[in-house]
Antibody, heavy 119, light 107 residues
């Protein structure tokens, strides 16, 4: 079945970096765009970033632009989120999700990985 | 950025009730709207796309309608498994944006 499994979350100090990974299986990964969406404790869903199916394009939320980098490796069916200069407000569950930009919804979600930014 | 506003924020209802959740966009998004269901501690579940198309496997008691700036999600007869938080999402343009969520609770 279609599966997305995130890893790499943890507790990190403000200003430090963390890299999230997402392993995809059960579908032709290279044909799909991939997103990261986060959810702060007790809050709603916030879209973070997207990368096109071939890695040719990406886009970011203003709140992470210049600090986060989304990338993918189609030979390994993996998508990544490099998070730099982390802030307390980046604390959230981070979900990896599938969806082909521009006009295709996010249809498959991973289980999420917790990122806590705290000194 | 396109702002998505859901109402109500909380909805109390009973099993068997018909409920409707509204989602309004700050500008036209055509029909590029999706709905998700989320239960505590779980990832969102994809319910509806293109405003009114039901995702495979989603019960037919769920339906969506609307276009432009106003959309609705209707559950025709609430079941115990339906008590959760619901989010709308526009994917007309980037950044993708979500509504703030509607918590559907048992009366």
């Amino acid at each position: 079945q279609v599966l997305l499994v995130e890893s790499g979350g943890g507790v990190v100090q403000p200003g430090r970096s963390l890299r999230l990974s997402c392993a995809a299986s059960g579908f032709t990964f290279r044909r799909y765009g991939m997103h990261w969406v986060r959810q702060a404790p007790g809050k709603g869903l916030e879209w973070v970033a997207v990368i096109w199916y071939d890695g040719s394009n990406n886009d970011y939320a203003d709140s992470v632009e210049g600090r986060f980098i989304i990338s993918r490796d189609n030979s390994k069916n993996m998508v990544y989120l490099q998070m730099n200069s982390l802030r307390a407000e980046d604390t959230a569950v981070y979900y990896c999700a599938r969806g082909n930009p521009p006009n295709t919804p996010v249809d498959v979600w991973g289980q999420g990985t917790q990122v806590t930014v705290s000194s | 950025d396109i702002q998505m506003t859901q109402s109500p924020s909380t909805l109390s209802a009973s099993v068997g009730d018909r409920v409707t959740i509204t989602c309004r966009a700050s500008q036209s998004i055509s029909s590029w709207l999706a709905w998700y269901q989320q239960k505590p501690g779980k990832a969102p579940k994809f319910l509806i796309y293109k405003a009114s198309s039901l995702e495979s496997g989603v019960p037919s008691r769920f339906s969506g309608s609307g276009s432009g700036t106003e959309f609705t999600l209707t559950i025709s007869s609430l079941q115990p498994d339906d008590f959760a938080t619901y989010y709308c999402q526009q994917y007309n343009s980037y950044p993708i944006t979500f509504g703030q969520g509607t918590r559907l609770e048992i009366k």
